[in-house]
């Protein structure tokens, strides 16, 4: 099985640990979720999967996808929504001391978390907003929201691909997944699993001077699917729309 097909049955099976923990369809709080939760006992299944070697296992696989797309162990990455760092896991080990890994999560529980587990020099932890990221003065060669934009709405998506770009150093790119709901006209579900018609996404993002290309789709058991998509800066876009300009 190559690691694309892999990851895409870890990634549903980690869909599947979150309506587990959730029991209904509602928005979660995940503040709450993770105020309540003890993560010295459990830190997987909060995140997706139900067992410690399965945690390791999509760690190392997130990491396999993203070596695909360039990744280098000199490259600096931001991980928004890190959670209890399934990426950070695999990357400690990956990354050069020239490399740097940069993670931000809603939860001060689960970037105190993280603090204490991860402790290289160049790892660090932020606390984060639903719609807004840490102000950061680098930039970027990978952003990456894992299972992100499953639960944000569409319009938080937006803001947060739009403030993203900007973080994006030159030849960056920003990877990200979705689940999608062709036939709605904008958007269905809440926190706990959004659904967003991927036509309406790419309209909120005109104008953002992001090039979105979707590299692989994942079929789910139920309506719609997961995409993923990899963005970068459209910079000839940039450069015409700056010529149009009035001096």
């Not at 929504?81 to 809603?106: M, Q």
Request: hydrophobic letters at 40%; a neutral charge; proline letters at 4%.
């Amino acid at each position: 099985m190559t690691t694309s097909r892999t990851l895409r049955r870890l990634a549903s099976r980690a869909a599947n640990g979150l309506r587990r923990l959730t029991g209904r369809p509602a928005d979660i709080d995940f503040r709450h979720w993770y105020a309540t939760w003890d993560l010295q006992r459990d830190y997987w299944t909060i995140v997706g999967p139900a067992t410690k070697e399965e945690y390791e296992r999509l760690s190392l696989l997130k990491l396999r996808l993203l070596i695909d797309l360039g990744l280098t162990p000199e490259a600096k990455i931001l991980d928004v929504g890190c959670g209890t760092g399934l990426l950070a896991a695999s990357l400690h080990d990956f990354l050069s001391d020239c490399g740097r890994y940069c993670g931000t999560d809603i939860s001060p529980e689960a970037v105190a978390f993280c603090r204490s587990r991860f402790v290289r020099p160049n790892f660090s932890f932020h606390l984060s907003e639903m719609t807004k990221l840490p102000a950061l003065a680098e930039r970027f060669d990978f952003i990456v929201f894992y299972s992100v934009f499953t639960h944000t709405y569409p319009r938080e998506t937006a803001l947060l691909l739009r403030e993203a770009g900007g973080l994006l150093a030159d030849g960056g790119l920003i990877f990200a997944d979705v689940f999608t709901a062709p036939l709605v006209d904008e958007y269905s579900g809440n926190r706990a699993a959004m659904e967003i018609n991927p036509d309406y996404l790419m309209r909120l993002l005109e104008g953002s001077g992001l090039h979105a290309e979707l590299i692989d789709i994942q079929s789910r058991p139920w309506l719609g699917q997961r995409l993923f998509y990899k963005f970068t800066r459209d910079y000839l876009g940039e450069k015409e729309n700056l010529v149009g300009r009035p001096s």
